[in-house]
Structure formats: C-alpha cells, structure tokens
T-cell receptor, first 111, second 115 residues
Framework: SQQGEEDPQALSIQEGENATMNCSYK?????LQWYRQNSGRGLVHLIL?????REKHSGRLRVTLDTSKKSSSLLITASRAADTASYFCATARPGYSTLTFGKGTMLLVSP | GAGVSQSPSNKVTEKGKDVELRCDPISGHTALYWYRQSLGQGLEFLIY????????KSGLPSDRFSAERTGGSVSTLTIQRTQQEDSAVYLC?????????????FGPGTRLTVT
C-alpha cells in the first residue's frame, strides 16, 4: 500500500480562497516533501520539511508536520487559477534512498 | 541551466514489441530515478541509480523491465515484449545528492501507449 495518502482526493475552490491538503503516512520518516504536477506530466518540487521541523513557509505555501500523528498538511493561501494542479506528498524513510509518493490531491481553482 | 529531458515525449507501440525510453539528467546530478504513473495514480518507483553504486532495482515490476545508466549520465529504460498494462507515463528524475534528503527534478515524461 502507499506510504503517503493525500486527503481529499479532489478539491474545488474559488480564486482567493485558501486550499488545505493533508497527507498521512505509516512509518517513521527522515523528511517529507510536497510536489506539484500540472497536466499529468513532470512534477515540480515545492517544499521539504524535515522530521525535526514542525512548520515551514515558502511564499504562499505553509507546510506543517506532526510526526506523532504521522501527518502533514499543505496550505496554499490566496489561491490563483494557476495553482490548479495535482499535489503529491512524498516521504523519505530511514534506510531507504528513494521517496514514496501518495496518489495526490487534485486541486481546481476557479476564477 | 537545462533541466531533465526525456525522449520520446510520446510512444505508441504494438503489444509484444520492445521499447526504449531515454532520460538526460541535469549535469552533475549523481542520483537518477525512474517512476511510472498510471492514469489518475501516484508515482510508482521503478529503479534508482546513485553514482557508481549498483542500482536499486527493487521497484521493477517484472524481468521485462531493465535500465542502464551510461557514464553516470544518460539513462535508458527498456521494456521488452510490451503488454497493455505497461501503458503509462514514465517519469525520470535526478537529484544532486543521495536520494531522500534532496529534492528531485523531474523530466516531462514519456507517455507510452501499448495497443
């Protein structure tokens, strides 16, 4: 089964609203990363949060990590139509050199 | 500088034929990954190369799949005797250092359709 599971599977909002996506995982991690994918093609790295960090910001993005609950959230503030994409969390587990991706949240931002 | 490039961007092949997919990583990146993404699904790890170490092939779904990386740079993913279930987007990524601590840079992918 997937290490990371995003919730919700799909999210539809209006421009200007905030979008929150959640990621849950099963095992201990070294770090957790969020990626964006447009039109089913290449992914773009958004942010990396390490296991000893609780919150991180990058522009309009805010990521939180709760290792006790094995969960992370990605908040996009003041969303724009250009934010329409699929968002994936990816976890890096101790002893593994690869990332494990969830199935993603599809975000639709309407003008 | 140039990002990760993949070729071809689209490939349609008949069931039973062999295909080769190419990935050119970012210059200087020591780690290279191949993933597969089926429609509406997440990324499925296939294989990982790190420097001159033996590749991690643990994600390859069958012995019809193989990959090599020549000179620590360009990589080729080969699928022999293609099946319809092989239809997917194949994504390549590279990173500066050893995998999980570094962000991965993805190519645009190759969309493979097996008819």
């Amino acid at each position: 089964s997937q290490q990371g599971e995003e919730d919700p599977q799909a999210l539809s909002i209006q421009e200007g609203e905030n979008a929150t996506m959640n990621c849950s995982y099963k095992t201990s991690i070294n770090n957790l990363q969020w990626y964006r994918q447009n039109s089913g093609r290449g992914l773009v790295h958004l942010i990396l949060i390490r296991s000893n960090e609780r919150e991180k910001h990058s522009g309009r993005l805010r990521v939180t990590l709760d290792t006790s609950k094995k969960s992370s959230s990605l908040l996009i503030t003041a969303s724009r139509a250009a934010d329409t994409a699929s968002y994936f969390c990816a976890t890096a587990r101790p002893g593994y050199s690869t990332l494990t991706f969830g199935k993603g949240t599809m975000l639709l931002v309407s003008p | 500088g140039a990002g990760v490039s993949q070729s071809p961007s689209n490939k349609v092949t008949e069931k039973g034929k062999d295909v080769e997919l190419r990935c050119d990583p970012i210059s200087g990146h020591t780690a290279l990954y191949w993933y597969r993404q089926s429609l509406g699904q997440g990324l499925e790890f296939l294989i990982y190369f790190q420097g001159n170490s033996a590749p991690d092939k643990s994600g390859l779904p069958s012995d019809r799949f193989s990959a090599e990386r020549t000179g620590g740079s360009v990589s080729t993913l080969t699928i022999q005797r293609t099946q319809q279930e092989d239809s997917a987007v194949y994504l390549c990524a590279s990173s500066h250092g050893q995998g999980e601590s570094y962000e991965q840079y993805f190519g645009p992918g190759t969309r493979l359709t097996v008819t």
